[in-house]
């Protein structure tokens, strides 16, 4: 009767095992395409002069084994909403949405890299006139600490909306994944936004800047000395 006992309570053991082992695969799977977008670490400069001055200078590291896939395979979600009418939602004027949904049907948009004034229509021929951008691309990110990300933070990065604005398309193809160093937008008067966005987003995610890009973006933030960081 003892031995019987002890098997029973050897079977229940394994059992609870088993299932506390399926409910962490369970949150895992879930974990890794969040939802709600957090940031990951908390900025706590509010002049990005101040925060410009504490990021690391280093070198640019290699961009071997770079993809868009090592940081997202597609836009996450903002609570039920994708990313991309996330931001167009945020940053457009006068929007219209597709009935009973979160997708932007049409809107105006007052570019932040050219100062244009344009329409946003949805529709194959239209749609890409305005696209979305990330203010520190993610092969930039990508060679300057982000390869020693995780890739859950990774993703995060890639869908955070703090480096994420809806811009002009022509603009945001010249851009690239050009840092402060090589492209700054041509509309002056949003130079020192821009400027602090990045720094934001290098502050948030542990990422450094090389001395070209430290450099000019000191000379911008030197004509905008109580520029703030977006939060």
Known sequence: ??????????????????????????????EARPEVLEAQTPINDSAAA???????IKGRAAKTGYTRATFSDGWGKVGTCDVRNYILGRDLTEVVFVPNTCK??????????????????????????????????LSDAWQKGAQQLDPLTRYAFANDPLNLLAVQGDANQAKGDGDAATWLPANKAYRCPYIARQIAVKTRYKL????????????????????????
């Open 50 to 56: 101040t925060a410009l001055s504490k990021l690391p």
């Open 208 to 231: 450094w800047v090389t001395r070209a890009e430290y450099d000019t973006m000191a000379r911008i933030l030197g004509t905008c000395p109580q520029q703030s960081l977006p939060q």
């Open 1 to 30: 009767m003892r031995h019987k006992i002890v098997r029973v309570a050897r079977l229940l053991i394994v059992i609870s095992l088993l299932l506390i082992g399926g409910y962490q695969a369970h949150v895992l799977r879930h």
């Open 104 to 137: 932007v049907d049409r809107g105006t948009l007052v570019d932040p890299y050219t100062a244009r004034t344009m329409l946003f229509l949805r529709g194959p021929n239209t749609s890409d006139d305005i696209q979305i951008d990330h203010v520190v691309s």
